[in-house]
Structures are given as C-alpha cells and as structure tokens.
C-alpha cells in the first residue's frame, strides 16, 4: 500500500474513531452502533468492515486509544512521583489528573472502566496500554518505598491495587452519581485528597502493618 493510500486509510480509522465518540457522547457506550457511525459519517454499514470487522473491533480501538491517552498524559506525573518528596501532594496530583481525564471523557470512560456492551470484553492487543500505565505505577511506588517514603515492608502491587481501586471507585461514583460534573466541582471526586490520606495512613513510611486481615476483620490480639 502506498504511502498516500495508507495516510487516506488512517484519515479514514480516525473519521470512524471520532463520529463513534460522538455517539457514545450522546448515548452512553452501551449505544454504539456501526450503523448509526455510518450514517452520521454519510456511508453505508459495510463500508466501514474495511476499516473495522466488526464492533467488538471498533471498542478495542477505542479502549486502546483511551488507555494510550491517558499512558501519555499521566507519564509526567508518574515522573514526578518517581522523584519528589511530598508524598501525599504527588499523590494527590496523579490521581486528581487521572479522575479528571475519565470525568471530561465520560463515554469512553464508561468503556475503559465498566463492560457496558454485551459480550465484549477488550482483546489482549487492545488492553497493553492499560497493562503499561498500571507497570508505570508500580514503578514510580516502588520508587516512592525506596526512598522512604512509603512502608518499606508494603507490597508494591498491593498499593497498585488499593490506588486503582481508590480512583476507579470515585470515577464510578462520580459518573453515575453527578454525571456533568467536573473535577473541582464533584462530590465523589472531592474526597480525592481524603484517600490519599487514608491510603497513606495504611501505606505511609514510618506505619506499621495494619492490623487487619486481608477481609477487613480487626485480628485478635493475644493476651
């Protein structure tokens, strides 16, 4: 394939890419449709096989492209979080920056974060960038414990875990509770800086283990 041919192809993925967006924008994820990118972009139905065999295709592509967004945007604060030493500021920064980018794209959000399309889940391929930035934050705790600023004895996927479950849960709530809502104005996403601080209440240097069991359960105290 030529060059010029192949430049007019991408032109073409990117035109599918942005008119299902829109869609998404208006209907929620759940309400992509290639009939309906079709029509809005002035073509018939199986023009668009050419560029994407199927739906399932087109959400990968659209998952893939949200995780790489937000890989490129997130770097600099994992960066920042690698070599500072203010961890809850840090801390806080990256997961307002991540909340915030799910909270202005809300449609592709819903892709990223929750299945809400029957019997579609992300092809490997399709969720390597999200595999990335999850690596990306291990590292930069991993850093963080190195230097003493986190519990030396903590596990570095755990914390991952935790601050995924922190983030995903606020972006969850703020979506479905307050919808329009931007990062300085939710509910849900102002109690950002809470977590942080119970995340290092748990995890900050200087704590020791809590004493609870992996459920929740205080554990018994011999006497």
Not at 68 to 91: F, H, K, R, T, W
Not at 122 to 132: D, I, K, N, R, T
Not at 167 to 189: C, D, H, K, M, T
């Amino acid at each position: 394939m030529s060059d010029r041919r192949q430049a007019r192809r991408q032109q073409t993925i990117d035109e599918v890419v942005a008119t299902a967006l829109e869609v998404m924008a208006e209907t929620g994820a759940a309400g992509l449709s290639l009939g309906e990118v079709a029509k809005r972009m002035g073509i018939r139905t199986p023009s668009l096989y050419g560029y994407f065999a199927s739906k399932a295709a087109l959400c990968d592509e659209l998952f893939a492209r949200g995780w790489q967004e937000v890989g490129a945007l997130m770097g600099p604060s994992y960066d920042a979080l690698s070599a500072g030493a203010d961890a809850a500021g840090l801390l806080l920064d990256n997961l307002s920056t991540f909340v915030g980018w799910a909270l202005d794209h809300r449609a592709q959000a819903e892709l990223m974060f929750w299945r809400p399309i029957p019997g579609w889940e992300p092809a490997p391929e399709a969720y390597a960038a999200a595999v990335q930035l999850t690596e990306a934050l291990s590292g930069a705790l991993a850093n963080l414990q190195l230097r003493g600023l986190l519990r030396p004895d903590a596990d570095v996927e755990e914390m991952g875990r935790v601050i995924t479950v922190l983030s995903a849960g606020v972006i969850s709530q703020q979506l479905s509770n307050e919808p329009g809502a931007r990062l300085a104005e939710g509910r849900f996403a102002g109690e950002l800086g809470r977590l942080v601080a119970m995340f290092l209440h748990e995890f900050g240097a200087g704590k020791k283990a809590a004493d609870l069991r992996p459920d929740g359960s205080r554990k018994r105290v011999r006497r």
